[in-house]
C-alpha cells in the first residue's frame, strides 16, 4: 500500500501520461478542519456568518490527504454512462457487473446520476443518507465497499453529530493550469456531550432519486477529535486532467 | 494539432500500459478508446486498414467525465471556463442533458443507432480538417442513401459486442457499423464519428471525431465497417 507521498507521485505521473494521451482524469483531495467556535451554531446562516468571520483560517484540527477511494459504484457509473453499456440486471454486484449497489445491501439497476449537485451528491438539510457523511469505522478502503464502516448518526446523542446541508459545490477553472477544480463541503456539529473520533469519510451519490449509493469512502490516515461544541468542516476537492488546448 | 507529446505508436502504447497500471493501483477510471477501420469487397472480405488508439476525444467527453463526479456547472459556452457540452447544431447545453437512465443500447439511445439513422452512433464523412478538442460534428457527413456521395448505414445494434475480461481487467463496448456505397462512383472516406444521444433525446454529442492519416477509397459494391471501442479499465 502506497503511503501518502507515494501516492501524490504516482498520481502526479498518471496525470502527465493522461494529459500526453488526452484522456479525461480526475484526482480528489479531502479535507478536514475542526474549530472550536464562541458559539455554537444554531442555522446554516450561523455557520456561514462564522465562515465568513474567519473562523476556519487557523484551525485546531487540519487533515489533508489524496483522495483514494473510488468504489465500484462510481466505476460502474462511468461505464455505464460514458461507455453507453446497459445495467447487466440485479443478480450479482462484483466483477462483469454493471449496476450498484446502495447502503442497505441491494443491488440496484442503472447506475445513472443525470441530475443536480443538489438532487445527487449534496443532501438538504439534516438529512444524512446521501452528501457527505462520516463516521467512526477504521477498517481499510475496499473497492468493494458500498457502505461506511461505522457512520455516525445525525443527532445530539451520545456518538450522534449534527449533519449540516451540504454546501453549495463550487467549480472553477483555471485558464494558466487549464485545469477544473470542484469543492464538495459538508459542516457537522458536536452536541453530544463528549468526543468523537472521526476516522472515515465517504461520498453517497442519490442515484436515479431513488436510492444512495456510496462512491467513495477514505479511511483517514490519522483519525480526527472532534470535542463537544466542535465543528467540523469536511472537503471533498476534485482536480481534472489539464485539458488539451 | 493533437497530441504532439506522442513520438511513434510504439510510445503511445508503453503510456497507455503505464496509465493502464497506474489507473488500477490508484483506482482512477480510465476510459480508452480504439478505433478499426475495415474495407470489406464485393465478396465480403475484410481488410483492417486502420488499427489503433482514437487520439480524438472532445471537449464534450471530458466535460462529461468531470460533470460525473460532482454535477457542477459553470459557464454558457463550449470552451474554456464553462463546462457546457455542444449539441451537434452547435448549441451549448447544460451537460446533464449526456447522461441517460434507461436502455442505452436499444438502437434509440447512448451510441447505438438503427439502419439509416444519423442522429448518433457512429457517422463517417468526407472532411479532411484535422482533430479539434473542440470539434462536436462531423466535417463533411456522407449521407445515407444510394445516390451519388451516399452509403448505406447498417443497423448497430446487433453488431455491437461488449463484457467483462477478467485478464485485464476490464469492461468494453465494442460497436461497430457497415456503411454499404451503392452510389454508382467511389467515395473516399477521410473521417468517423461516435456521437451520443442522451437524456433529452432531441440532443446529439460528439464525443470522439477522428481524422483518417489517409483516406479510405470505397469503390461502388464495397464497404467500410467503422469499430469504435471504449474500454473501462478496473482495479
Known sequence: MLNDLQYEKAVEEYMEIAAILEVPAARGFLGVDVVQPHRMPETEQDIDNLVQAGIFDQPKIHYFAPCRSWTRNAYNLYTYTLCGVNATGIGTFGDGHINTKDQMDVIRGSPSTCEYVEEVYAAYGVDYTWGIRIGTGSTGESFEDTKMDARIPHGDGAGEMRYWADRDGLLSWNGGTRKWTAKLQRYFTNHSGGSISVAEIALFGYFDKGFACMVTRDVLGSPVAVAEHELIRVNITQESVAFPS | ?235
Open chain 2, 1 to 235: 494539432m493533437r497530441h504532439t507529446g506522442l513520438r511513434s505508436i510504439e510510445h503511445e502504447n508503453r503510456l497507455y500500459d503505464r496509465l493502464r497500471e497506474l489507473s488500477r493501483q490508484l483506482k482512477i477510471p480510465l476510459i480508452e478508446p480504439f478505433l478499426r477501420v475495415s474495407k470489406i469487397d464485393r465478396d465480403g472480405n475484410r481488410e483492417l486498414v486502420i488499427d489503433r488508439h482514437c487520439r480524438s476525444y472532445t471537449r464534450n467527453m471530458y466535460n462529461a467525465y468531470f460533470y460525473q463526479l460532482n454535477l457542477l456547472l459553470l459557464g454558457s459556452t463550449y470552451a474554456d471556463g464553462s463546462n457546457r457540452c455542444k449539441h451537434i447544431n452547435g448549441t451549448s447545453l447544460d451537460t446533464r442533458n449526456f447522461a441517460y437512465n434507461n436502455n442505452v443500447e436499444d438502437g434509440n439511445f447512448g451510441y447505438i443507432s438503427e439502419a439509416g439513422e444519423l442522429t448518433h452512433g457512429i457517422v463517417i464523412g468526407t472532411g479532411t480538417t484535422a482533430e479539434s478538442f473542440d470539434d462536436y460534428v462531423i466535417e463533411t457527413i456522407i449521407a445515407h442513401g444510394v445516390g451519388g456521395g451516399q452509403m448505406e448505414y447498417a443497423d448497430m445494434v446487433a453488431a455491437q459486442n461488449e463484457g467483462w475480461v477478467g485478464g485485464g481487467p476490464y469492461y468494453f463496448h465494442e460497436m461497430e457499423r457497415v456503411m454499404s456505397n451503392n452510389s454508382g462512383g467511389s467515395i473516399t472516406v477521410n473521417e468517423s464519428v461516435l456521437y451520443w444521444i442522451g437524456l433529452n433525446s432531441n440532443y446529439v454529442f460528439c464525443v470522439l471525431r477522428d481524422k483518417f492519416g489517409a483516406g479510405v477509397a470505397v469503390a461502388d459494391g464495397e464497404s467500410i465497417a467503422v469499430n469504435y471501442e471504449l474500454r473501462q479499465t478496473y482495479p
